[in-house]
């Protein structure tokens, strides 16, 4: 059993549609963080979280220590929000090294 | 300036070339990290340079080689490389090494190699 697991790992969702990506976690953790990768390689950090709620734009992410989960919503979903979520996990004893999960894939057709 | 920038793009090379792949930063970040990933899987991470010293290789071989010059720039030299090592190479860079598992990444958006 992966230490992060994500999903669904595939999720197509029509333009408009609220979308759900969860992250469970098996270990103790200090900082989650949430990441995007669009075709061709770029990775951008959409949050980085250690306890309740965050918001930026259309962007929701929310972690439950107790239940070791998170997830990522995404509202009023576009066609430009297509790509991969990834969530990684950061703890005291690892420092730098964070532990990903596999990945979700996401495509809002129009 | 909230830039990581990486060159080349794209790299193709032979197994006896030696090449290197470079990574800048002007943020003043001071932990930079090198990661491999494979299509459809998570970055593996590689090296993390602490204030311009090696601080993690996770048991890389050494046919990957880097290198931090000075706080802004980080280069991987590559020799003798395999077929398997094809994959993308992203940079990534966070403000503190002391609580980086509290820092955002920043990412580059990474070289393509191609060995053949």
């Known amino acids: 059993k992966n230490e992060v697991e994500q999903s669904p790992q595939n999720l197509t969702a029509q333009e408009g549609e609220f979308i759900t990506i969860n992250c469970s976690y098996s270990?103790?953790?200090?900082?989650l963080h949430w990441l995007q990768q669009h075709p061709g390689g770029g990775i951008v950090s959409l949050f980085m979280l250690s306890s309740g709620k965050k918001k930026h734009g259309r962007l929701i992410a929310t972690i439950n220590i107790q239940e070791k989960h998170s997830s990522l919503h995404i509202t009023a979903s576009h066609p430009r929000d297509s790509a991969v979520y990834i969530c990684?996990?950061?703890?005291?004893?690892?420092?730098?090294?964070?532990?990903f999960g596999e990945g979700t894939q996401l495509t809002v057709n129009p | 300036d909230t830039e990581v920038t990486q060159t080349p793009k794209h790299l193709v090379m032979g197994m006896t070339n030696k090449k290197s792949l470079k990574c800048e930063q002007h943020m003043g970040h001071r932990a930079m990290y090198w990661y491999k990933q494979k299509a459809k899987k998570p970055p593996e991470l590689m090296f993390v340079?602490?204030?311009?010293?090696?601080?993690i290789n996770e048991s890389v071989p050494s046919r990957f080689s880097p290198e931090c010059p000075n706080s802004s720039l980080l280069n991987l030299h590559l020799h003798a490389l395999q077929p398997e090592d094809s994959a993308l190479y992203l940079c990534?860079?966070?403000?503190?090494?002391?609580?980086?598992?509290?820092?955002?990444?920043?990412f580059g958006s990474g070289t393509q190699l191609s060995v053949l």
């Open positions: 270990v103790g953790i200090s900082a």
């Open positions: 340079y602490s204030y311009e010293k090696l601080s």
């Open positions: 990534a860079s966070s403000q503190d090494p002391a609580g980086s598992q509290f820092e955002k990444l920043f």
């Open positions: 990684a996990v950061g703890s005291q004893t690892s420092g730098s090294r964070l532990t």
